[in-house]
């Protein structure tokens, strides 16, 4: 690989990336420029952030007090209650630890299934190509719900109604086609010379792209999981109606149930609402870098 | 058809005729320019059974999670059930004529039209200029982005609720704010009056989409060339029309696959009109989406043969919506005049 | 291009017919195994995220020490136990108990066991009545209560003394007067919360229908249009829309997060309530100063009270009929039951629970008027329909452009014709 003078995507989109050697001079300089974009950025962060930061409150605040009249911004009793009322519940980490399995695995599932696909489509001619694709964009388009009965039917039968298994596929199943969509244009934009220099030192298809396509591809890979990652950890009827036993449910099904007709902790509800936010905000920072690049490298030539 | 969609997404098909570099797709796909064929020929021929090799994972799963609920659904649409859930004997077409022949499905229509529309085109306006201004460089810009993603990060039932209680009547904190600086005189009915509850929704449905779309434009941005913009600047180029000549049409892959999406998700967006719209009569505000769950569940309907074969309608229109945008995206792109 | 498509779907199609044989050859299981089951599967509404899973839980342990029998546990919440019910019916994968607020339907489909074939005989008999009446279909009793709720007028001591009101109104006219005089306390007050959007608005407008003469069904015969009902639909607009006593749009209003609140933060002047309601005010609202009193009359004649009980059904299935028995028995036994019931703030079905609720204070107001409580007509399948038709209309029907006779002559018709 290194033989050839072809750039990686990743080399080519840090080269183009805004953060470059450039903007670092840029920034020395702290023109007024420079000070109303940062003043700018944080309205905007604000504007994004401000909604949560409510929830923040409420949850800060006694369950009573939430649908207070005249609403008060900032609570009038400060109380960590909710947050300790929800880890100390085992229930809600059953919901948490449901969420990370389900949600890493069929994002696992997904990668291991959509890699290949994608650098089979983006490499290749044949018969079917185009229904297959055509295929991929229509599994998107049918409502969860119109599919729900369908697919318990079938889980019921299989005996998997209430297992992980079945939340695992489902989930897979649905984010193939983001996953495809995304790495087809990064195995796509890896000029064929890498490759066919590999095949010719004598590495089969799947070596190939294993050792050769991949790690050309890793920015793309990472922009896949994420996006995968935030579905799955977001998916709600499925799960409402697969999984039966109260530990087992995902978070999304399990935290609605702490607001019912009949009794409402609404502080509770952000709180552990909050709480689900966190691991894939923090998974977002963690990789922020790497997905701009990522979907970056995909066009990149 | 085929072809119309699954050009989609690698979006050869679509790059501008003078700018082919950028594609966030797949190069591959489509009748690629000759230059590249030609470089690519050799190995660019697969069997079907070579191809089956390689999709087979995908395909299994697809077949059995999504085509075969999708056939369950389709057969469901035909036939005739009780109240309860029990299949009664085919139906025929009486679940269709039922359900286009309600009273309540302009309306529904009629507003699945201006939600859909109102969302995806704002939110892709949006989404550019905020994508610009991300790609700028600034100190914090890091924060910044963490803050931008977080409606994504979060679930869309809860940012409902929130909403919800954000916009109520009489203890929601965004009436309070504006009564407190004297900018209304009585709290706003958001949620009970429906044309502002359109308005309300369509707000939290750019809010929750943002983010997405930023970051795919985002990526699209920084995968323009600098040197394109140079040559632009040199010529005497302004600003404005640097943005309308290179970076919109260079932005055009990115874009199809922004609209394409939103339009699939915004369709099919349940949890923001269910939620906000939720102590509402009748159906005056609902979706197709909310309305077919009506049906199914909480109408005097109650069925669940009519509100498949709503959900069978469902999907053809949003295939329908999906083709005719992408053909015309092309239309354009194949005549840039 | 077209060639491949018909390829690649034939293709998909193999794909599908192998996994439906696949699914196929494992059909047949449910129900199997032998003279009865080992296992029920217990599908549970969730009325409190505090109390519900907490009690079912113990109670399928002690179930599972005594019949030997497994108890599957699945706790759903209101919002959306009708869809998960709905797709259990259609994939024929029939839990063998299911609490739900409706069982008329279930029964006409057949799909029920009466308790004939499940309830302990002395079980049956300490049911009270009016809830065996309501859970009998076709002359058998299907829809077993679990447990019962009654509604009163509930009303804010100290907004009733600001504004110089000395007693809870008795009369509708009262009534309006006393609405009138707290609204006109200003400050936010608002004289009555009236709930009438999609949730829960049959409730609403039964409570009142029942105090005006008024019925639902009478003899076998629909009465929803008679006249007194539709006075008493309009009386309920005139609060708003002439009276402008009530809340914000009361036809966009919900219980939970609308009108509750509203009277939990000392905001209402009145409002009808029922157990949970006086939970929540005893728990999380201590400042609210509250009195609970029988609701007004607009006829004269004595106040009615209206009760709502919901249902644990029995599926018939192969071999489940004595685990379902052994189920009922254990449920309706006085430790299970009234501690349950207790512990959710609500009201007992059976002779033994009004005794054992006797002495608490807090109930009295209700346990007095339980026996002779208004129920919906849950016993007519056709009741399921013309409920959902009020929950989404009625809310049309009150606002200032709504029309409340025709909305009721509509509701006749569309109940007639389910005939």
């Not at chain 1, 840090?14 to 023109?31: C, D, I, K, Y």
């Not at chain 1, 609402?273 to 894939?280: M, Y």
């Not at chain 2, 056939?71 to 286009?100: H, P, V």
């Not at chain 3, 229908?209 to 539709?230: A, M, R, Y």
């Amino acid at each position: 690989m290194t033989s050839t003078s072809v750039q990686s995507p990743s080399q080519a989109s840090r080269r183009t990336a805004p953060l470059s050697a450039g903007s670092t001079l840029r920034r020395r300089r702290r023109s007024p420029r420079a000070v109303l974009l940062t003043v700018a950025g944080f309205i905007v962060a604000f504007v994004f952030a401000s909604p949560y930061l409510v929830m923040l409150l409420d949850a800060l605040r006694p369950s009573g007090e939430v649908l207070a009249t005249p609403p008060r911004l900032l609570p009038k009793v400060w109380t960590l209650d909710a947050f300790v009322d929800v880890v100390s519940d085992p229930v809600f980490r059953g919901w948490l630890s449901t969420s990370l399995i389900v949600s890493v695995t069929s994002t696992v599932l997904v990668m291991l299934v959509a890699i290949p696909a994608a650098y089979f489509t983006a490499r290749f001619r044949f018969r079917g190509r185009g229904l297959f694709l055509m295929l991929i964009i229509v599994t998107q388009m049918f409502a969860p719900t119109s599919l729900v009965v369908g697919i318990y039917r079938e889980f019921y039968d299989w005996g998997l109604v209430n297992t992980y298994t079945s939340l695992i596929l489902t989930d897979a199943a649905f984010n193939i086609a983001f996953a495809l969509w995304i790495l087809q244009g990064f195995f796509a934009a890896i000029p064929a010379e890498v490759e066919e220099a590999a095949v010719l030192d004598g590495a089969g298809r799947m070596r190939t792209l294993l050792q050769v396509m991949l790690p050309l591809t890793l920015p793309g890979v990472v922009t896949a999981i994420t996006f995968t990652f935030i579905a799955t950890w977001n998916e709600y009827v499925v799960a409402l109606t697969l999984m039966q036993d109260e530990s087992k449910k995902p978070l999304t099904v399990g935290i609605s149930s702490y607001v019912t007709a009949y009794q409402q902790n609404w502080s509770d509800l952000f709180a552990a609402s909050l709480i689900a936010i966190v691991p894939v905000v923090i998974l977002f920072a963690l990789i922020e870098k790497h997905l701009v690049g990522g979907l970056t490298a995909g066009a990149v030539k | 058809m085929a072809r119309v969609l699954t050009d989609a997404p690698s979006g050869t098909r679509l790059a501008p005729a003078r700018a082919p570099k950028p594609s966030i797709g797949g190069r591959a796909s489509g009748p690629a320019p000759s230059s590249r064929r030609g470089r690519r020929r050799g190995a660019n021929e697969a069997s079907g059974w070579q191809a089956l090799l390689w999709l087979s994972p995908a395909l299994l799963l697809i077949a059995a999670i999504v085509i075969y609920p999708a056939i369950t659904l389709f057969s469901t649409s035909f036939s005739e059930y009780s109240i309860t859930g029990i299949r009664k004997g085919d139906a025929g077409f009486a679940n269709y004529a039922g359900f286009l022949s309600s009273p309540d499905l302009p309306k529904v229509v009629l507003n699945t039209g201006i939600w859909v529309v109102a969302v995806v085109a704002i939110t892709i306006l949006i989404g550019l200029a905020l994508a610009q201004f991300l790609s700028k460089d600034f100190w914090g810009r890091r924060v910044v982005r963490w803050a931008v993603i977080v409606p994504w990060a979060a679930a869309l039932v809860i940012t409902s609720q929130l909403f919800r209680l954000l916009f109520d009547y009489y203890h929601g904190t965004i009436n309070a704010v504006l009564l407190a600086l004297h900018v209304i005189p009585k709290p706003i009915d958001f949620l009970g009056n429906p044309p502002l509850l359109m308005a309300s929704m369509i707000l939290v449905g750019v809010y929750v989409s943002l983010p997405f779309t930023a970051y795919l434009f985002v990526a699209g941005l920084s995968a323009i060339p600098t040197d394109v913009y140079e040559a632009a600047r040199i010529d005497g180029a302004s600003p404005w029309q640097i943005y309308t000549t290179i970076t919109l049409p260079l932005l055009r892959p990115a874009m199809l696959i922004a609209v394409v999406l939103n339009m699939i998700y915004v369709f099919n967006s349940f949890p923001i009109i269910w939620i906000m719209n939720g102590s509402n009569p009748g159906f005056g505000n609902d979706t197709l989406i909310t309305y077919m769950y009506k049906i199914a569940f909480k109408s005097a309907q109650h069925d669940v043969g009519v509100a498949a074969a709503a959900g069978v309608f469902n999907v053809i229109v949003i295939l329908i919506a999906v083709i005719v945008y992408v053909r015309l995206t092309r239309t354009r792109a194949e005549n840039p005049s | 291009m077209r060639k491949s498509i018909r390829r690649g779907a034939t293709l998909a199609l193999a794909s599908v017919a192998a996994i439906s044989l696949a699914a196929c050859s494992t059909n047949g299981s449910s129900g199997s195994g032998g003279d009865s089951v080992k296992s029920i599967k217990v599908v549970i509404a969730e009325y409190s995220p505090d109390n519900t899973a907490k009690f079912w839980k113990a109670f399928a342990k002690t179930y599972e020490e005594t019949t030997k029998v497994k108890l599957d546990l699945q706790i759903i919440s209101w919002n959306d136990i009708d869809q998960q019910s709905s797709t259990m019916v259609q994939t024929n994968n029939l839990p063998d108990i299911l609490n739900l607020n409706t069982y008329a339907s279930y029964a006409a489909d057949g799909l029920l066991y009466s308790g004939d074939e499940v309830l302990p005989k002395d079980t049956a008999e300490d049911i009270i009545p009016a809830f065996v009446n309501s859970g009998t279909y076709k002359g058998k009793f299907y829809g077993m209560p679990d447990l019962s709720s009654a509604r009163a007028l509930f009303y804010n001591k100290d907004l009733f003394s600001q504004a110089g009101i000395a007693k809870p109104p008795t009369t509708w006219d009262e009534f309006r007067d006393d609405a009138k005089k707290v609204t006109a306390l200003g400050n936010g007050a608002v004289g009555y919360a009236q709930p009438l959007g999609p949730e829960e608005a049959q409730g609403e407008l039964a409570m009142w229908l029942f105090n005006n003469g008024g019925t639902f069904k009478k003899d076998g015969k629909w009465t929803l249009d008679s006249p007194e009902n539709v006075k008493t639909l309009e009386f309920m607009k005139g609060l708003s829309v002439t009276d402008g006593v009530t809340q914000n749009n009361p036809g966009s209003t919900n219980r939970t997060d609308g009108a509750f609140p509203l009277f939990e933060q000392g905001k209402a002047g009145m409002i009808v309530g029922f157990g949970p309601l006086q939970g929540a005010l005893d728990k999380d609202f201590t400042g609210v100063n509250y009195g609970i009193a029988p609701m007004p009359s607009g006829n004269k004649a004595d106040p009615q009270t209206y009760g709502v009980t919901d249902y644990l059904m029995a599926f018939k299935k192969k071999g489940n009929q004595d685990a379902v028995k052994q189920f009922y028995k254990l449920y309706y036994s006085p430790d299970q039951i009234n501690t349950w019931i207790k512990a959710e703030g609500f009201l007992p079905v059976t002779q033994s629970g009004l005794k054992s609720f006797e002495s608490e204070d807090k109930l009295k107001v209700y346990l007095d008027t339980l026996p002779n409580i208004h129920l919906t007509p849950t016993d007519d399948p056709e009741w399921d329909k013309v409920k959902l038709t009020i929950q989404q209309n009625i809310g049309l029907a009150v606002a200032p452009d709504g029309d409340p006779a025709k909305f009721l002559k509509d509701l006749q018709a569309q109940a007639e014709a389910g005939k």
